[in-house]
């Protein structure tokens, strides 16, 4: 599967972006989706991932209440909702999925196989 990010941008502190990522080749609707986040020199970090339909999602600590991941399994579409964003959400954010990930590994990136190639997102102060 292919995966094609798309909506990063510059932004004020406190506003909003909409990522989105769509899938082809296959459908993902089964699959484990996710986000994570990376800056320069630095480890890429998890932020949410949807485990399956029916799941709750999971999110990093740093994001709770602020962001939401969703899906729209027609559109083979992942989306992250970013609200009131920081200066310290700066990063590239790269998308990913996978058919076999396990419910206790959705925020380890070695668990998904198919990535996204990045959207930068620039927060300013």
């Known amino acids: 599967v292919q995966l094609q990010a798309s909506g990063g941008g510059l932004v004020q502190a406190g506003g909003s972006l909409r990522l989105s990522c769509t899938a082809s080749?296959?459908?993902?609707?089964?699959?484990?989706v996710a986000w994570f986040r990376q800056t320069p020199g630095k480890e890429r970090n998890f932020v949410a991932a949807?485990?399956?339909?029916?799941?709750?999602?999971d999110y990093a600590e740093s994001v709770k209440g602020r962001f939401t991941i969703s899906r729209d399994n027609a559109k083979n579409t992942m989306y992250l909702q970013m609200n009131n964003l920081r200066p310290e959400d700066t990063a590239v954010y790269y998308c990913a999925a996978s058919p076999s990930v396990i419910r206790s590994a959705v925020a380890s990136q070695t668990a998904y196989r198919s990535w996204g190639q990045g959207t930068l997102v620039t927060v300013s102060s």
């Open positions: 949807l485990f399956r339909t029916g799941y709750s999602p």
């Open positions: 080749g296959r459908t993902v609707s089964r699959d484990t």
